[in-house]
């Protein structure tokens, strides 16, 4: 089983994001999507950002990975 974590993007440059996935700030690549802004969302596999999400989105798997603990 796959598992993507959601983070917020903090900084984008030069094809990489600085996300912070419930305060782990970490460098991901952001190859995948087109545009994406700091104060997005997205889902992360693998060091890879490969989907935009949105809060509610994220809110939503937090709590899921919440309850899986």
Do not use: F, N, Q, W
């Amino acid at each position: 089983m796959c598992v993507g974590l959601p983070a917020r993007v903090v900084e984008v440059k030069k094809g990489m994001a600085l996300v912070d996935a419930s305060g782990a700030k970490r460098e991901v690549s952001a190859s995948l999507l087109d545009e994406l802004d700091p104060g997005d969302y997205v889902m992360v596999h693998a060091g890879v950002a490969i989907a935009k999400i949105t809060a509610s989105d994220e809110d939503e798997s937090d709590e899921i990975l919440e309850d899986l603990l």
